[in-house]
């Protein structure tokens, strides 16, 4: 197992360690909890259920979009 050093300020370790306490894990566990609920590619189980079931979503309103100003003129570099 590998380890890293982390470098927090005050209030930061005071979060770190109620947060761990509160959750019953030590502080290095609650990090890296931290880390894998938050550094994933992935997309929740839940969220990727949702794929397909609104079949009446509007993607896109013709009508709302022919309303839109025109978009400006860009500068080239």
Known sequence: MSQITLYLDDATQVIVTEA???QG???????ADIIRK???QEW???????????PDFP??????AAQQPADVP???F
């Open 25 to 31: 894990v030590s502080k290095s566990r609650w990090v």
């Open 38 to 40: 938050y550094a994933t």
């Open 59 to 64: 993607l896109r309103d013709d009508e709302l």
């Open 20 to 22: 761990a306490k509160a």
């Open 44 to 54: 929740p189980r839940d969220c990727l259920a949702l794929a397909g079931r609104f």
């Open 74 to 76: 860009r500068i080239g």
